[in-house]
């Protein structure tokens, strides 16, 4: 590309001077330039000559010296005196399209006017030894030659005849590729020195059916959308396999169906993860077949504006997230999943399944949400399920192991979690196996089907499990005699199940249910260990088989008493004081009114007192001596003050528990319900 410089050699009296010598130098320098006698190809001179009329032409080629430079300009003849210009800057460009037929190299930033093409020949190299290429979007670049780009470039797809151009161009350096048209594109590969960037809306990459793009490099975007079409994209060789629904086009804003379809491309392009970053509404099932994290965008809590809404019009049976292939190894992390429908639905049968048919591995299930909204009105069969929903029919089949769910909410469903192994299987070959349940909360067991045995947790051939410190509230477990918290079923075995909380819904109901439905033993070899029930007037039901073991300090409270699990406790109906020796205990009471002493502050000593009467019915206090205080529970605490679990706001359960410091008087551990210092 070059600038022309002309002009006409005249003497002080304004009379033309013929042949008149013009020479060029770097400004302020007696450096020569290479300048041109015509705008392309020809031999670089040092100077020019004017013609008869005093006019002359020439031009300076900006790859030699950038589009910055300023020239010095010298017209001498002999006889006359010379005259000289400094620093005069030459941007006459030339418009039109150079050919580089021989190698050719820049190193100064060069701007690129709107009509100047530079066409590489086959054969030929251009090198831009400059990261500072100034253009607008239009073309720029052309020919079969090659152009080597300085790494850290940033290139403009506009600049190339297309995308296939543009990425065939980009060769080892690291290079960013600003997308700033939109195409319509056959299948191509990116390298890994290319980074993709999405800077502005609406310049959309549109990919004809049977075509991949596949990227090795990386991909920048921001949230809307940038591919388009019936192909398909591949993250699996990507730096960052990390991608968002909208970039296929899904928003809050856009149909159903187009939700749909964007939410299953970002599934099937071989990412890494798919993040959520809204609530996306969607009409039908989605699958996916990779390994991947699904994941809402915040991490550590539960938010139900980044997921997936499944909203239904009309009746029919749908497993509406699941699998194609059993071996898919997914996490899912915050994430929102929600049923919804325009109307009641009263015969729909919905299910979302994690795992389907032959079984695999995920790791992780954390910080999600799982919701039917419409509850009950949705109709009979609403389950969450991981594991097989139908009999294994592949060989060889494979067991559904090492699960790990934790901090996530179940609420609506029939059955909120469904373990669900084979029993079909022989040798225990389909079975759930290693599962690890940590700090859960399920909720609202829905009871339109009083024999398809729901449950907060449904466990169907499942071994090997640990349930540890999760909540499980059934509050909707009215109706049919297989509700209940836990439902055991088939070949269930192995189970350790630790620190957990649980509570009964209307009727009262707080059950472990089991089902024998083979010769295997249900609950076999299981433990059952400082768990705590509450809220149950109609006590336990069938709490564990005849051959699982019962240890470890766990308690169930109901009808105003308490059932020991080979724990220490005491009950007291009058006013009590506490000994040293009764240190560790829980003591008991439902007696309103009640005064529970403790001993002078002695360091390391623990009690716990528990109040077992039934919500709102029963005043208990805890007294420290009279120059002790109990300090804790947001309260500074004052000496010869007791703490009172007020009888308006008490709750079957309450409880309070202190240890010693051996000098001030007792610090509060643990505490449920209110526990006011006295007035």
Same mark, same amino acid.
């Given at each position: 590309?070059?600038?022309?410089?002309?002009?006409?050699?005249?003497?002080?009296?304004?009379?033309?001077?013929?042949?008149?010598?013009?020479?060029?130098?770097?400004?302020?320098?007696?450096?020569?330039?290479?300048?041109?006698?015509?705008?392309?190809?020809?031999?670089?001179?040092?100077?020019?000559?004017?013609?008869?009329?005093?006019?002359?032409?020439?031009?300076?080629?900006?790859?030699?010296?950038?589009?910055?430079?300023?020239?010095?300009?010298?017209?001498?003849?002999?006889?006359?005196?010379?005259?000289?210009?400094?620093?005069?800057?030459?941007?006459?460009?030339?418009?039109?399209?150079?050919?580089?037929?021989?190698?050719? !190299?820049?190193?100064?930033?060069?701007?690129?006017?709107?009509?100047? #093409? &530079?066409?590489? @020949? =086959? /054969? +030929?190299? $251009? *090198?831009?030894?400059?990261?500072?290429?100034?253009?607008?979007?239009?073309?720029?670049?052309?020919?079969?030659?090659?152009?080597?780009?300085?790494?850290?470039?940033?290139?403009?797809?506009?600049?190339?005849?297309?995308?296939?151009?543009?990425?065939?161009?980009?060769?080892?350096?690291?290079?960013?590729?600003?997308?700033?048209?939109?195409?319509?594109?056959?299948?191509?590969?990116?390298? !890994?020195?290319?980074?993709?960037?999405?800077?502005?809306?609406?310049? #959309? &990459?549109?990919? @004809? =059916? /049977? +075509?991949? $793009? *596949?990227?090795?490099?990386?991909?920048?975007?921001?949230?809307?959308?940038?591919?388009?079409?019936?192909?398909?994209?591949?993250?699996?060789?990507?730096?960052?396999?990390?991608?968002?629904?909208?970039?296929?086009?899904?928003?809050?804003?856009?149909?159903?169906?187009?939700?749909?379809?964007?939410?299953?491309?970002?599934?099937?392009?071989?990412?890494?993860?798919?993040?959520?970053?809204?609530?996306?509404?969607?009409?039908?099932?989605?699958?996916?077949?990779?390994?991947?994290?699904?994941?809402?965008?915040?991490?550590?809590?539960?938010?139900?504006?980044?997921?997936?809404?499944?909203?239904?019009?009309?009746?029919?049976?749908?497993?509406?997230?699941?699998?194609?292939?059993?071996?898919?190894?997914?996490?899912?992390?915050?994430?929102?999943?929600?049923?919804?429908?325009?109307?009641?639905?009263?015969?729909?049968?919905?299910?979302?399944?994690?795992?389907?048919?032959?079984?695999?591995?995920?790791?992780?299930?954390?910080?999600?949400?799982?919701?039917?909204?419409?509850?009950?009105?949705?109709?009979?069969?609403?389950?969450?399920?991981?594991?097989?929903?139908?009999?294994?029919?592949?060989?060889?089949?494979?067991?559904?192991?090492?699960?790990?769910?934790?901090?996530?909410?179940?609420?609506?469903?029939?059955?909120?979690?469904?373990?669900?192994?084979?029993?079909?299987?022989?040798?225990?070959?389909?079975?759930?196996?290693?599962?690890?349940?940590?700090?859960?909360?399920?909720?609202?067991?829905?009871?339109?089907?009083?024999?398809?045995?729901?449950?907060?947790?449904?466990?169907?051939?499942?071994?090997?499990?640990?349930?540890?410190?999760?909540?499980?509230?059934?509050?909707?477990?009215?109706?049919?005699?297989?509700?209940?918290?836990?439902?055991?079923?088939?070949?269930?075995?192995?189970?350790?199940?630790?620190?957990?909380?649980?509570?009964?819904?209307?009727?009262?109901?707080?059950?472990?249910?089991?089902?024998?439905?083979?010769?295997?033993?249900?609950?076999?070899?299981?433990?059952?260990?400082?768990?705590?029930?509450?809220?149950?007037?109609?006590?336990?039901?069938?709490?564990?088989?005849?051959?699982?073991?019962?240890?470890?300090?766990?308690?169930?409270?109901?009808?105003?008493?308490?059932?020991?699990?080979?724990?220490?406790?005491?009950?007291?109906?009058?006013?009590?004081?506490?000994?040293?020796?009764?240190?560790?205990?829980?003591?008991?009471?439902?007696?309103?009114?009640?005064?529970?002493?403790?001993?002078?502050?002695?360091?390391?000593?623990?009690?716990?007192?528990?109040?077992?009467?039934?919500?709102?019915?029963?005043?208990?206090?805890?007294?420290?001596?009279?120059?002790?205080?109990?300090?804790?529970?947001?309260?500074?605490?004052?000496?010869?003050?007791?703490?009172?679990?007020?009888?308006?706001?008490?709750?079957?359960?309450?409880?309070?528990?202190?240890?010693?410091?051996?000098?001030?008087?007792?610090?509060?551990?643990?505490?449920?319900?209110?526990?006011?210092?006295?007035?």
């Amino acid at each position: 590309m070059r600038y022309q410089y002309q002009g006409t050699t005249k003497d002080k009296q304004g009379k033309v001077i013929q042949n008149a010598v013009i020479s060029v130098f770097l400004a302020g320098t007696s450096t020569p330039v290479s300048i041109y006698t015509t705008w392309d190809g020809a031999t670089a001179v040092n100077n020019v000559t004017s013609d008869i009329q005093g006019k002359f032409i020439f031009f300076v080629d900006a790859f030699d010296y950038g589009s910055d430079q300023t020239y010095k300009i010298v017209i001498s003849k002999s006889g006359f005196s010379s005259f000289t210009q400094d620093n005069i800057k030459i941007e006459d460009v030339v418009l039109g399209t150079y050919t580089i037929s021989v190698d050719k !190299t820049i190193n100064y930033p060069v701007y690129f006017p709107k009509g100047v #093409i &530079i066409s590489v @020949n =086959n /054969g +030929q190299t $251009l *090198t831009c030894n400059i990261i500072d290429i100034n253009a607008g979007n239009y073309q720029v670049f052309a020919g079969a030659g090659s152009i080597i780009f300085a790494g850290g470039t940033i290139l403009k797809s506009s600049w190339f005849p297309d995308l296939v151009t543009a990425i065939t161009k980009i060769s080892d350096a690291k290079v960013s590729l600003e997308i700033t048209k939109s195409e319509t594109i056959n299948s191509i590969t990116t390298n !890994t020195n290319t980074i993709l960037k999405f800077l502005n809306v609406n310049k #959309i &990459i549109t990919i @004809n =059916n /049977g +075509q991949v $793009l *596949t990227l090795y490099g990386e991909l920048d975007a921001g949230l809307f959308q940038i591919f388009a079409g019936d192909g398909t994209v591949n993250f699996l060789y990507c730096n960052k396999r990390i991608v968002y629904p909208q970039w296929w086009g899904a928003s809050i804003s856009a149909s159903l169906s187009i939700n749909r379809t964007s939410i299953q491309a970002s599934l099937n392009c071989n990412a890494s993860q798919v993040i959520f970053t809204e609530l996306f509404t969607v009409n039908n099932y989605i699958t996916y077949g990779k390994d991947m994290e699904i994941k809402g965008e915040t991490n550590g809590i539960l938010d139900t504006n980044k997921g997936i809404n499944f909203l239904f019009t009309a009746t029919g049976n749908t497993d509406l997230f699941y699998p194609t292939i059993s071996s898919a190894k997914v996490q899912y992390t915050n994430l929102f999943l929600r049923i919804d429908a325009a109307s009641n639905l009263g015969t729909s049968n919905w299910t979302i399944i994690l795992h389907n048919h032959k079984g695999g591995r995920f790791s992780k299930m954390k910080y999600c949400y799982f919701y039917n909204a419409k509850g009950s009105d949705n109709g009979a069969g609403n389950y969450f399920v991981i594991g097989s929903k139908y009999s294994y029919t592949a060989s060889p089949v494979a067991n559904i192991f090492d699960i790990w769910i934790e901090n996530n909410i179940w609420s609506g469903f029939d059955t909120d979690l469904w373990a669900n192994g084979d029993a079909s299987v022989p040798a225990q070959a389909g079975l759930a196996v290693g599962w690890y349940l940590y700090s859960n909360f399920f909720s609202s067991v829905n009871t339109n089907n009083a024999s398809s045995n729901n449950a907060n947790l449904r466990l169907n051939n499942a071994t090997q499990f640990s349930i540890i410190a999760n909540s499980f509230n059934g509050n909707g477990m009215s109706g049919g005699t297989g509700f209940a918290n836990i439902s055991c079923q088939g070949e269930t075995a192995h189970l350790s199940l630790f620190g957990n909380y649980w509570e009964g819904g209307p009727s009262g109901r707080i059950k472990i249910y089991m089902l024998n439905t083979t010769s295997y033993l249900n609950l076999f070899e299981s433990s059952l260990s400082y768990n705590e029930i509450a809220n149950s007037s109609g006590g336990l039901y069938s709490i564990l088989s005849p051959y699982g073991s019962l240890f470890g300090g766990s308690k169930w409270s109901y009808n105003n008493n308490v059932e020991d699990l080979n724990e220490a406790t005491l009950y007291k109906s009058v006013n009590y004081t506490l000994t040293a020796t009764e240190c560790g205990t829980t003591v008991t009471s439902n007696t309103n009114g009640i005064i529970f002493t403790l001993p002078p502050t002695s360091a390391n000593m623990t009690f716990r007192i528990q109040n077992i009467g039934t919500n709102g019915t029963a005043l208990i206090s805890l007294s420290p001596n009279s120059v002790d205080k109990i300090m804790g529970g947001n309260i500074a605490g004052n000496d010869n003050k007791d703490r009172q679990n007020t009888k308006t706001t008490q709750k079957l359960g309450d409880f309070i528990e202190v240890v010693g410091d051996g000098v001030n008087g007792w610090y509060v551990t643990k505490v449920r319900g209110i526990w006011a210092e006295e007035v």
